[in-house]
């Protein structure tokens, strides 16, 4: 994953697009686990109880307790989205009596016809069915004290604007409540039903906050939900008045910070050099920290003090993340290609924004401190709205950064390891860049450390997994040794890290380490995912403008992936995960038709570069069987030398693929780069070899 802040980007968070639910900023398999897509079924309503159950469904369902616990009470109007078979329907309008009401919708009008008979059948005549649209309830305005869906939202068509459109027929602070199947709880549920933070970035997009989970079911998860009191904006960035506002950009950090970890806070220190790349003066330089951090002091680089104004306030854009928004005054313009120095003291408690990103925990704590740019740990030089902030991840920067914690505890970075400091109590741990990024990471815990000897490969283990930490190791080492053996070494290599991290707090991946989740680092089934994130090491870097195709990053790491695969476990775990990924870009297909039509040289026009890691890694599995293993190994180390300190496009590709060859590849790069015929291909389910013979 290489997007500046993968799933943060505001295309992702708004649009459907079924990016891994789990990380404001991540995107690669590791992140996502399960894979980078999801399946997500067309709209079927009445589906209600997961296939392949129901029998005593009250054992597991306790439909008395769910009651009790969501609070449906005698006299209470309730609207049903997806009432279905009517098997919660009639319960709650047991519960609400004659004197209360409930509204049973589906778009399903057998399922509505079969609730009113069975009404009829139990003389129940306060249930008033809804046919619906796939987007809208057509419920009445304001009536509801309660709405609830049961098996229901992950199988929306439209959850957002269906959300949307369910909030004015509920009454004020009357709650939401989504009943769904657990993934966590029920493996066999995973890919089919969304997890919390998919469900929590959906439905605060729709307006709406986390109230509280009940989580007694032993299946399933109950969130419970309230409209969050504001209404999005609509966020249309032509009528932005900060678009055509040029800001400046940060181009170096140097950061102190001090963990109290006793206390849940930090004490903090951020020298920044400021450079104006636009074309006109800057006096006003804004920047964004997390909204807990108070900023004490704001002076230049000599100290002398810089009038700032801060507030919190809520993104322009994205109404639920709030951040203190810092305004600092330069002592005089600074003209274009100029730069200033700007120096800020903060302190403050940090919680992450786990209501709005779930998987943005960020926190300084005993057990496990994280410190990312997902929770604005340090300040970013943007203006108060999303847009603006996922901007500021374009451009790179250098850093070094000293973090100070009690003696004992061990800090992680992905950057160059300098210097520890100690003292009779506490150890600070320095770390610069390799060279320019565009984000710092920083983890604090009496962390286990292993090392290869070289000291090129670091692992580090939260105390309990410090076994894991050999075998992760020993995995990188070997995918380190394939990839070199195959496509050669990579020049320059400073060497890589891996930091685990709590589960569900999302993994990141960044030049030369990731962070990686608890549970992958665990499983031995998911050391593949490893074997990609090794793989970005030996990536060339796309032009800019084709770069959100994520063809150049992502198709490569993920075929990579396969043949380390190939490698490590065998032709038929190989097979098994290209047809994954054949399955998974079909999936994408069906949801979205555009995602087969739309070729791969354009998917950064409309953001489909998520199909590049399936269809994209299938395009390289074809190119390779029409050319053979020594071509292809060859094509491609001499690819990456060549290119690795350009930039490349899909010509460069296409015409260093055809000198390898010996001969022109024109019909396999138009079906497979420049049009979109290939997909037809995948439908078909043909294999590489059958594919090929059509390019020999
Ligand atoms: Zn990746």
């Given at each position: 994953?290489?997007?500046?802040?993968?799933?943060?980007?505001?295309?992702?968070y708004?649009?459907?697009?079924?990016?891994?639910?789990?990380?404001?900023?991540?995107?690669?398999?590791?992140?996502?686990?399960?894979?980078?897509?999801?399946?997500?079924?067309?709209?079927?309503?009445?589906?209600?109880?997961?296939?392949?159950?129901?029998?005593?469904?009250?054992?597991?369902?306790?439909?008395?307790?769910?009651?009790?616990?969501?609070?449906?009470?005698?006299?209470?109007?309730?609207?049903?989205?997806?009432?279905?078979?009517?098997?919660?329907?009639?319960?709650?309008?047991?519960?609400?009596?004659?004197?209360?009401?409930?509204?049973?919708?589906?778009?399903?009008?057998?399922?509505?016809?079969?609730?009113e008979?069975?009404?009829?059948?139990?003389?129940?005549e306060?249930?008033?069915?809804?046919?619906?649209?796939?987007?809208?309830?057509?419920?009445?305005?304001?009536?509801?004290?309660?709405?609830?869906?049961?098996?229901?939202?992950?199988?929306?068509?439209?959850?957002?604007e269906?959300?949307?459109?369910?909030?004015?027929?509920?009454?004020?602070?009357?709650?939401?409540?989504?009943?769904?199947?657990?993934?966590?709880?029920?493996?066999?549920?995973?890919?089919?039903?969304?997890?919390?933070?998919?469900?929590?970035k959906?439905?605060?997009?729709?307006?709406?906050?986390?109230?509280?989970?009940?989580?007694?079911?032993?299946?399933d998860?109950?969130?419970?939900?309230?409209?969050?009191?504001?209404?999005?904006p609509?966020?249309?960035?032509?009528?932005?008045?900060?678009k055509?506002?040029?800001?400046?950009?940060?181009?170096?950090?140097?950061?102190r910070?001090?963990?109290?970890?006793?206390?849940?806070?930090?004490?903090?220190?951020?020298?920044?050099?400021?450079?104006?790349?636009?074309?006109?003066?800057?006096?006003?330089?804004?920047?964004?920290?997390?909204?807990?951090?108070?900023?004490?002091?704001?002076?230049?680089?000599?100290?002398?003090?810089?009038?700032?104004?801060?507030?919190?306030?809520?993104?322009?854009?994205?109404?639920?993340?709030?951040?203190?928004?810092?305004?600092?005054?330069?002592?005089?313009?600074?003209?274009?290609?100029?730069?200033?120095?700007?120096?800020?003291?903060?302190?403050?408690?940090?919680?992450?924004?786990?209501?709005?990103?779930?998987?943005?925990?960020?926190?300084?704590?005993?057990?496990?401190?994280?410190?990312?740019?997902?929770?604005?740990?340090?300040?970013?030089?943007?203006?108060?709205?999303?847009?603006?902030?996922?901007?500021?991840?374009?451009?790179?920067?250098?850093?070094?950064?000293?973090?100070?914690?009690?003696a004992?505890?061990?800090?992680?970075?992905?950057?160059?390891?300098?210097?520890?400091?100690?003292?009779?109590?506490?150890?600070?741990?320095?770390?610069?860049?390799?060279?320019?990024?565009?984000r710092?990471?920083?983890?604090?815990?009496k962390?286990?450390?292993?090392?290869?000897?070289?000291?090129?490969?670091?692992?580090?283990?939260?105390?309990?997994?410090?076994?894991?930490?050999r075998?992760?190791?020993?995995?990188?080492?070997?995918?380190?040794?394939?990839y070199?053996?195959?496509f050669?070494?990579?020049?320059?290599?400073?060497?890589?890290?891996?930091?685990?991290?709590?589960?569900?707090?999302?993994?990141?991946?960044?030049?030369?380490?990731i962070?990686?989740?608890?549970?992958?680092?665990?499983?031995?089934?998911?050391?593949?995912?490893?074997?990609h994130?090794?793989?970005?090491?030996?990536?060339?870097?796309?032009?800019?403008?084709?770069?959100?195709?994520?063809?150049?990053?992502?198709?490569?790491?993920s075929?990579?992936?396969?043949?380390?695969?190939?490698?490590?476990?065998?032709?038929?775990?190989?097979?098994?995960?290209?047809n994954?990924?054949?399955?998974?870009?079909?999936?994408?297909?069906?949801?979205?038709?555009?995602?087969g039509?739309?070729?791969?040289?354009d998917?950064?026009?409309?953001?489909?570069?998520?199909?590049?890691?399936?269809?994209?890694?299938?395009?390289?599995?074809?190119?390779?069987?029409?050319?053979?293993?020594?071509?292809?190994?060859?094509?491609?180390?001499?690819?990456?030398?060549?290119?690795?300190?350009?930039?490349?496009?899909?010509?460069?590709?296409?015409?260093?693929?055809?000198?390898?060859?010996?001969?022109?590849?024109?019909?396999?790069?138009?079906?497979?780069?420049?049009?979109?015929?290939?997909?037809?291909?995948?439908?078909?389910?043909?294999?590489?070899?059958?594919?090929?013979?059509?390019?020999?």
């Amino acid at each position: 994953m290489r997007s500046p802040i993968s799933s943060a980007s505001r295309q992702r968070y708004r649009s459907r697009t079924i990016f891994s639910p789990v990380v404001l900023f991540l995107l690669c398999g590791i992140v996502s686990g399960a894979g980078v897509s999801r399946t997500v079924d067309s709209v079927v309503f009445a589906c209600q109880v997961p296939s392949g159950e129901g029998g005593d469904r009250d054992s597991w369902q306790q439909p008395e307790k769910v009651l009790d616990a969501i609070g449906v009470k005698p006299g209470m109007t309730i609207g049903e989205v997806g009432a279905g078979n009517g098997y919660f329907t009639f319960k709650m309008a047991r519960r609400v009596g004659p004197t209360g009401l409930i509204y049973a919708n589906d778009i399903d009008q057998a399922a509505l016809r079969s609730i009113e008979a069975g009404a009829k059948k139990r003389k129940i005549e306060h249930i008033v069915t809804v046919g619906g649209e796939v987007d809208n309830p057509l419920f009445p305005p304001a009536a509801m004290d309660l709405a609830i869906m049961v098996y229901v939202f992950h199988d929306l068509a439209k959850p957002v604007e269906l959300l949307q459109n369910l909030l004015p027929s509920l009454k004020p602070n009357a709650p939401l409540v989504i009943l769904e199947r657990d993934p966590e709880k029920m493996p066999s549920a995973k890919g089919h039903f969304y997890d919390k933070d998919r469900i929590l970035k959906l439905t605060s997009e729709a307006g709406f906050e986390l109230v509280r989970v009940e989580t007694f079911l032993p299946r399933d998860n109950i969130y419970i939900l309230r409209a969050n009191g504001v209404s999005s904006p609509p966020a249309d960035p032509s009528d932005g008045h900060q678009k055509d506002k040029a800001l400046p950009a940060v181009s170096r950090y140097e950061l102190r910070f001090t963990l109290l970890l006793k206390e849940n806070r930090l004490k903090a220190e951020s020298l920044m050099k400021v450079r104006n790349d636009s074309r006109e003066p800057v006096s006003e330089i804004p920047f964004l920290l997390y909204r807990l951090f108070d900023v004490l002091e704001v002076t230049d680089d000599m100290g002398i003090a810089l009038p700032f104004k801060q507030t919190v306030v809520k993104f322009s854009d994205e109404n639920s993340l709030q951040v203190n928004f810092v305004s600092v005054r330069l002592s005089e313009p600074l003209a274009p290609g100029k730069t200033a120095a700007v120096r800020l003291k903060y302190a403050g408690a940090l919680w992450g924004y786990p209501e709005v990103m779930a998987y943005v925990r960020d926190r300084i704590d005993e057990n496990y401190s994280l410190l990312r740019p997902d929770s604005l740990a340090y300040p970013v030089l943007a203006e108060a709205s999303f847009q603006s902030f996922v901007a500021a991840f374009r451009l790179g920067f250098t850093y070094q950064v000293q973090t100070e914690v009690p003696a004992g505890y061990v800090v992680a970075c992905g950057g160059k390891h300098v210097e520890t400091k100690r003292t009779a109590n506490t150890t600070a741990f320095v770390f610069e860049s390799y060279r320019p990024t565009w984000r710092i990471d920083i983890a604090a815990a009496k962390f286990k450390v292993t090392e290869d000897a070289g000291r090129k490969i670091r692992v580090f283990a939260i105390p309990e997994d410090e076994g894991e930490g050999r075998r992760i190791l020993e995995a990188a080492q070997k995918s380190f040794r394939f990839y070199s053996g195959l496509f050669g070494e990579v020049g320059d290599f400073p060497g890589y890290v891996i930091i685990e991290i709590p589960e569900g707090w999302g993994s990141q991946a960044s030049d030369f380490y990731i962070l990686q989740s608890a549970a992958a680092f665990r499983d031995k089934g998911r050391t593949s995912e490893l074997y990609h994130e090794i793989a970005h090491n030996w990536n060339v870097r796309a032009k800019p403008a084709i770069q959100r195709c994520r063809y150049f990053d992502e198709a490569f790491a993920s075929y990579f992936q396969g043949l380390a695969i190939r490698e490590f476990e065998g032709e038929e775990a190989f097979e098994k995960y290209m047809n994954r990924l054949r399955d998974r870009f079909l999936q994408s297909c069906e949801r979205d038709g555009k995602n087969g039509s739309t070729p791969i040289a354009d998917y950064w026009r409309e953001e489909r570069g998520e199909n590049s890691y399936t269809k994209g890694a299938w395009s390289l599995f074809v190119l390779h069987q029409v050319v053979g293993d020594t071509v292809f190994q060859s094509l491609i180390s001499d690819f990456l030398r060549e290119f690795r300190p350009r930039e490349v496009d899909f010509k460069d590709f296409q015409g260093f693929a055809e000198k390898a060859a010996g001969r022109k590849l024109d019909r396999l790069f138009t079906e497979w780069i420049s049009g979109a015929e290939s997909s037809q291909l995948l439908r078909d389910k043909l294999d590489a070899g059958k594919i090929a013979e059509r390019y020999r």
